[in-house]
């Protein structure tokens, strides 16, 4: 009599973790959902209309003299680990400068956000304008103010150029920003391809 009603606990307690895995993985694929879609409205609530904002500054690659490169630092921009720790980018940074370098296997089209509305808009932009403002109450000379060039081959990205980038603060802002944009920008690639 004890064994069944041992076996009878134990297949009751195995329904009520079955049930409840069920439950969980439900409501795992519930929030990532919800995740999903705060990232869609987010994308819509920080998209500005064109007419509104002022253009990045683009150029089409042009030979232009090179950095030595025996003065620059190379560091990589990987995604994260639990993404697989994919190399998505290089960073070379120089004492006043810093060169972000797209992975040559992965080809970023500039037009796919989150990287104008946020990496342009909300960083690079937002640091100039910080600048600017030093500038004007003289904390800054003008020529020491960050400007920036997206350098670009049609809407592929090949490079942002940084300058009057000398703090490691600011360094550390801008790949952690350039990690965070180029992961957005390939889950929607990804979601494009299908």
């Known amino acids: 009599m004890e064994l069944e009603d041992a076996a009878k606990s134990l297949a009751e307690l195995k329904k009520y973790l079955e049930d409840k895995v069920a439950a969980l993985s439900a409501e795992v694929e519930n929030l990532k959902a919800l995740i999903k879609l705060v990232d869609d409205a987010l994308a819509k609530v920080s998209f500005k209309p064109a007419s509104t904002i002022e253009a990045p500054r683009e150029v089409a690659q042009a030979p232009q003299p090179m950095p030595i490169r025996g003065l620059e630092t190379e560091t990589l921009i990987t995604s994260s680990p639990r993404t697989g720790g994919k190399l998505l980018g290089k960073m070379y940074i120089a004492e006043k400068y810093v060169r972000i370098v797209p992975s040559p296997e992965i080809e970023y ?86």
């Open 109 to 194: 089209n500039i037009n796919i956000p989150p990287f104008r509305q946020f990496f342009i808009e909300k960083v690079l932009e937002e640091m100039r304008r910080k600048d600017r403002e030093a500038v004007e109450r003289g904390e800054l000379r003008e020529e020491d103010a960050l400007d920036y060039e997206v350098k670009t081959k049609g809407d592929i990205l090949t490079e942002i150029f940084v300058k009057n980038v000398s703090d490691d603060r600011r360094r550390r802002e801008l790949k952690n920003a350039a990690r965070w944009t180029f992961e957005r920008m390939l889950e929607k690639m990804a979601l494009r391809s299908f």
